[in-house]
């Protein structure tokens, strides 16, 4: 069965390092999400993502922020200068298009920042 | 914009009891999609269940059940005889088609052996 895969499992950064998580999301999906779970809370949208472009965004995702597809199978999001607070499980997610609903979540990208 | 309530933070049950999660919902949508994850220590998220608003028909797959009642705009999760492997953080989530998943909090189930 088809799945979404992450990159790294883990990622440890110093604080104020770019890092780049990347995700391969299933590949006839259309739809691209990007999620965001602190340790021991709930599970926050970030971004979603949808014929190369930003199609919305929540007010996490701010200026330090960026979402690529660069080559239409990897879907990667940057954190320009991390912060301490950045320390999560990053999720990617997609799904295949407006009739299917069911969003495909990846394994997760644990990132800690020291 | 949608809201998920997950009152229940933590549930201890002993193996082979059956347990309830609750889930409350708000939305002012008229089409919506409500969903079940479990996740377990390894941090994955595991899809469990999507129910549309338009079927209020409860669902049953071995163990595991739902009851939709929009009456009450609920969409709770019954585990029958737990086993240990069912520890795990539960989420319930909704969202209004290829909209982002607005999650709850999450209920954390501990079954003792």
């Known amino acids: 069965e088809p799945e979404v895969t992450q990159t790294p499992s883990h990622q440890v950064t110093q604080m104020g390092q770019e890092v780049i998580l990347r995700c391969v999301p299933i590949?006839?999906?259309?739809?691209f999400y990007w999620y965001r779970q602190i340790l021991g809370q709930k599970v926050e949208f970030l971004v979603s993502f949808y014929n190369n472009e930003i199609s919305e965004k929540s007010e996490i995702f701010d200026d330090q922020f960026s979402v690529e597809r660069p080559d239409g199978s990897n879907f990667t999001l940057k954190i320009r200068s991390t912060k301490l607070e950045d320390s999560a499980m990053y999720f990617c997610?997609?799904?295949?298009?407006?009739?299917?609903?069911?969003?495909?979540f990846g394994p997760g990208t644990r990132l800690t920042v020291t | 914009a949608q809201k998920v309530t997950q009152a229940q933070t933590e549930i201890s049950v002993v193996e082979k009891e059956d347990v309830t999660l609750d889930c409350v919902y708000e939305?002012?949508?008229?089409?919506?999609?409500l969903f079940w994850y479990k996740q377990p220590p390894s941090g994955e998220l595991v899809f469990l269940i999507r129910?549309?608003?338009?079927?209020?028909q409860n669902e049953i797959s071995g163990r595991y059940s739902w009851n939709f009642q929009k009456s009450t705009s609920s969409f709770n999760f019954t585990i029958t005889a737990s086993q240990v492997v069912d520890s795990a953080v539960y989420f319930c989530a909704s969202n209004s088609g290829n909209t982002p998943l607005v999650f709850g909090k999450g209920t954390r189930l501990s079954v003792i052996a």
């Open positions: 129910r549309n608003s338009f079927d209020e």
């Open positions: 939305t002012r949508d008229t089409t919506y999609y």
């Open positions: 590949s006839n999906h259309l739809y």
């Open positions: 997610a997609s799904i295949r298009d407006t009739s299917s609903y069911e969003q495909y």
